[in-house]
């Protein structure tokens, strides 16, 4: 029972972390005893508390959402970025922004999430018809399919002015998260809860179609639960903080790579490993340059694709 | 090309003549349509942008066939392997040590052949080490380059960001003229660099014809293989860079024109293939360019355009099983 103790205590240490650094200087001791002026406690309420949930939320969801994803399609590689499922949460973000821009956040989000749906759904229809099923080759078209959509939405916003929104959506940073501006990232606590309610199912369907059926369980039922879940929690993230590359890939295989591939086994760890990696990426990027701040997204896509590399010059030729 | 060719097949170099017509065809469109009277301004103007756009088309044709006959696959090409943003990278670390404001004023031949002499020693060094780490397996060699793309680009957004915090995007639109705005200088020292490469090349054709064989092949006909590897990689280095250095990363457009000029002229004779490759990516950008521009009165680079469709045929091409 000592490792999710010490998972815990590092976690926590994290967010401690998290919440003490920052262009306004925030220290314990203003936090306890509020002067005449508590603005400790307002940068505090305001601004860091929600940040650090913000980044633990976004974390831990799209960790199990790359799980579930390599349940879905059986490939160790694919992940949201690596099957074009948040490049059509931005595509549908950008259709629902030009086309109703007075749509409330809430409605703006359930159209990405049908985009992402669709684009996930699309990519999983193209696996089918690879002639060979390389496991390498999987990610690769999906990247590929990633950047298709990528330039009709590139085409688009510039043509509308809306590049930079665009670029936020793509890349995730959390220093514009406000309280009151995130609240939608609770969500996805959700979806992570239901995905480990469910979690045997996923780990059946892991082991195929023929196998889940033979157990008398409904496969296309679970696979359409799991797009359901990972379509909407990369929604909610491409909506409030921008999507964090390879992050769904690298956590799960770290952590099934250790515990196995028993999904009731894995989630948890999942979860609390995507929370710290993303609150350490965050970190990293508010102190590098401080007072400046260097976006998460990108400390987490430098450190991600290192980690992709390792992973695949680790495997070598041996794919599963 | 023997004269017995069946007269149903087309000849190569009749092919390249057709497609040089269309070429200067499309030249011509883009020069003098709507020009609006005011020549002595709109001439000059546009003869820049025409050129940019023939001569980014020629170095990413050209390395793109150069690549894919080195290693022996048609799906692989040097943008598709990160080296576009290996040189982005590159720059961004020159300004990162230099300082923003010495880079600004080095001249252009200077910064631009330092930047292209580390290009060439690092592409060497990625080459070196994938191909020694990653045998045989050309998925395996396929995502890995896909993924140091990725890697490449976050380091350098990552130390751009670090350089100018405020300013990083002012930075991000220095690094890329667009084809609307190639900078003078910096013109000159690509169309001289590509000049040179070719030159260079010229040697090396036939000897490219022999390696498309595959390796035991050209080493049994008396070619010394990994010396002409070496150079071909490093003129592809060289061509990418100027690519880059024009209009910024394009992915799939090298890939698209290649395979093109493969069909087209059904032969495996580089003096062929090259120009044709060339031609056929000279037309894609300037007719792009023209009917963005003068049809649909858009201000968008073509590149998206090419982008999304060269995706779809790399993907076909996927699909096909191309990969071998």
Same mark, same amino acid.
């Given at each position: 029972?000592?490792?999710?103790?010490?998972?815990?205590?590092?976690?926590?240490?994290?967010?401690?972390?998290?919440?003490?650094?920052?262009?306004?200087?925030?220290?314990?001791?203003?936090?306890?005893?509020?002067?005449?002026?508590?603005?400790?406690?307002?940068?505090?309420?305001?601004?860091?508390?929600?940040?650090?949930?913000?980044?633990?939320?976004?974390?831990?969801?799209?960790?199990?959402?790359?799980?579930?994803?390599?349940?879905?399609?059986?490939?160790?590689?694919?992940?949201?970025?690596?099957?074009?499922?948040?490049?059509?949460?931005?595509?549908?973000?950008?259709?629902?922004?030009?086309?109703?821009?007075?749509?409330?956040? @809430?409605?703006?989000?359930?159209?990405?999430?049908?985009?992402?749906?669709?684009?996930?759904?699309?990519?999983?229809?193209?696996?089918?018809?690879?002639?060979?099923?390389?496991?390498?080759?999987?990610?690769?078209?999906?990247?590929?399919?990633?950047?298709?959509?990528?330039?009709?939405?590139?085409?688009?916003?510039?043509?509308?002015?809306?590049?930079?929104? #665009?670029?936020?959506?793509?890349?995730?940073?959390?220093?514009?998260?406000?309280?009151?501006?995130?609240?939608?990232?609770?969500?996805? @606590?959700? @979806?992570?809860?239901?995905?480990?309610?469910?979690?045997?199912?996923?780990?059946?369907?892991?082991?195929?179609?023929?196998?889940?059926?033979?157990?008398?369980?409904?496969?296309?039922?679970?696979?359409?639960?799991?797009?359901?879940?990972?379509?909407?929690?990369?929604?909610?993230?491409?909506?409030?903080?921008?999507?964090?590359?390879?992050?769904?890939?690298?956590?799960?295989?770290?952590?099934?790579?250790?515990?196995?591939?028993?999904?009731?086994?894995?989630?948890?760890?999942?979860? #609390?490993?995507?929370?710290?990696?993303? @609150?350490?990426?965050?970190?990293?990027?508010?102190?590098?340059?401080?007072?400046?701040?260097?976006?998460?997204?990108?400390?987490?896509?430098?450190?991600?694709?290192?980690?992709?590399?390792?992973?695949?010059?680790?495997r070598g030729a041996r794919v599963g | 090309m023997s004269a017995s060719a069946s007269a149903g097949v087309a000849r190569p170099e009749r092919t390249l003549l057709v497609l040089g017509g269309v070429t200067l065809a499309c030249a011509a469109l883009f020069m003098l349509v709507d020009a609006g009277?005011?020549?002595?301004?709109?001439?000059?103007?546009?003869?820049?942008?025409?050129?940019?756009?023939?001569?980014?088309?020629?170095?990413?044709?050209?390395?793109?066939?150069?690549?894919?006959?080195?290693?022996?696959?048609?799906?692989?090409?040097?943008?598709?392997?990160?080296?576009?943003?290996?040189?982005?990278?590159?720059?961004?670390?020159?300004?990162?040590?230099?300082?923003?404001?010495?880079?600004?004023?080095?001249?252009?031949?200077?910064?631009?052949?330092?930047?292209?002499?580390?290009?060439?020693?690092?592409?060497?060094? =990625?080459?070196?080490?994938?191909?020694?780490?990653?045998?045989?397996?050309?998925?395996?060699?396929?995502?890995?380059?896909?993924?140091?793309?990725?890697?490449?680009?976050?380091?350098?957004?990552?130390?751009?960001?670090?350089?100018?915090?405020?300013?990083?995007?002012?930075?991000?639109?220095?690094?890329?003229?667009?084809?609307?705005?190639?900078?003078?200088?910096?013109?000159?020292?690509?169309?001289?660099?590509?000049?040179?490469?070719?030159?260079l090349g010229f040697r090396l054709l036939r000897a490219c014809d022999v390696l498309v064989l595959g390796r035991e092949v050209a080493i049994n006909l008396g070619v010394d293989y990994s010396r002409t590897v070496a150079w071909v990689l490093a003129l592809v280095a060289v061509l990418v860079s =100027?690519?880059?250095?024009?209009?910024?990363?394009?992915?799939?457009?090298?890939?698209?024109?290649?395979?093109?000029?493969?069909? =087209?002229?059904?032969?495996?004779?580089?003096?062929?293939?090259?120009?044709?490759?060339?031609?056929?990516?000279?037309?894609?950008?300037?007719?792009?360019?023209?009917?963005?521009?003068?049809?649909?009165?858009?201000?968008?680079?073509?590149?998206? !355009? !090419?982008?999304?469709?060269?995706?779809?045929?790399?993907?076909?091409?996927?699909?096909?099983?191309?990969?071998?």
């Open positions: 029972m000592t490792r999710p103790l010490i998972a815990a205590v590092v976690l926590a240490v994290l967010a401690g972390v998290s919440l003490l650094i920052g262009a306004s200087h925030v220290s314990w001791d203003a936090v306890f005893s509020p002067g005449p002026d508590d603005r400790a406690v307002q940068v505090l309420v305001i601004s860091r508390v929600p940040r650090m949930f913000a980044i633990m939320l976004a974390g831990t969801s799209l960790g199990v959402a790359g799980l579930l994803m390599q349940m879905i399609a059986r490939n160790r590689f694919v992940e949201p970025t690596t099957a074009g499922t948040a490049e059509s949460a931005s595509l549908g973000l950008l259709a629902a922004t030009l086309l109703a821009p007075g749509l409330p956040v @809430l409605g703006k989000m359930l159209v990405a999430t049908l985009f992402a749906l669709g684009g996930t759904a699309l990519f999983l229809l193209v696996l089918r018809r690879l002639p060979l099923r390389s496991a390498l080759l999987v990610p690769v078209v999906g990247l590929v399919l990633g950047s298709i959509i990528d330039s009709a939405t590139t085409f688009f916003a510039y043509r509308y002015d809306l590049l930079q929104s #665009v670029n936020a959506w793509t890349t995730g940073d959390f220093s514009t998260v406000l309280r009151g501006r995130y609240e939608l990232l609770w969500v996805t @606590l959700g @979806l992570t809860c239901v995905a480990y309610v469910a979690a045997d199912r996923f780990t059946v369907a892991g082991m195929g179609e023929t196998f889940t059926t033979n157990l008398g369980l409904n496969y296309p039922r679970i696979i359409a639960l799991g797009l359901v879940i990972v379509a909407l929690v990369t929604a909610m993230v491409v909506v409030t903080v921008g999507m964090i590359p390879f992050l769904g890939l690298i956590v799960p295989n770290l952590v099934t790579r250790l515990m196995g591939d028993n999904a009731r086994r894995s989630i948890p760890w999942v979860a #609390v490993t995507g929370a710290g990696f993303v @609150l350490l990426c965050d970190i990293i990027g508010r102190v590098v340059r401080h007072p400046y701040e260097i976006p998460g997204g990108t400390i987490a896509g430098v450190i991600g694709s290192v980690l992709f590399l390792y992973l695949l010059l680790r | 009277g005011q020549w002595d301004f709109i001439l000059p103007f546009r003869a820049r942008k025409l050129a940019t756009a023939v001569l980014v088309g020629y170095a990413i044709a050209v390395s793109t066939v150069l690549f894919q006959t080195v290693t022996g696959n048609r799906v692989l090409t040097p943008a598709i392997m990160g080296f576009d943003y290996l040189y982005v990278l590159i720059q961004t670390c020159l300004v990162f040590v230099l300082g923003s404001t010495t880079v600004a004023g080095l001249d252009p031949w200077l910064l631009f052949g330092v930047e292209v002499t580390l290009m060439v020693i690092f592409s060497a060094l =990625v080459n070196g080490w994938l191909f020694g780490v990653v045998q045989g397996s050309v998925h395996l060699l396929l995502l890995i380059g896909v993924v140091l793309g990725v890697l490449f680009r976050s380091l350098a957004s990552f130390l751009q960001r670090v350089i100018e915090p405020n300013e990083f995007v002012f930075l991000q639109d220095r690094f890329f003229a667009s084809f609307n705005d190639p900078e003078h200088g910096l013109l000159l020292v690509a169309g001289g660099l590509t000049l040179g490469a070719t030159v =100027v690519s880059t250095a024009l209009v910024g990363p394009v992915t799939f457009l090298g890939l698209l024109v290649a395979n093109l000029a493969y069909s =087209v002229t059904n032969t495996y004779r580089h003096a062929l293939v090259l120009p044709a490759a060339a031609l056929i990516a000279a037309i894609a950008l300037v007719s792009g360019q023209f009917v963005l521009e003068r049809v649909f009165g858009l201000d968008t680079n073509p590149r998206v !355009i !090419i982008e999304f469709l060269g995706g779809l045929v790399f993907l076909a091409l996927l699909m096909r099983k191309a990969t071998r």
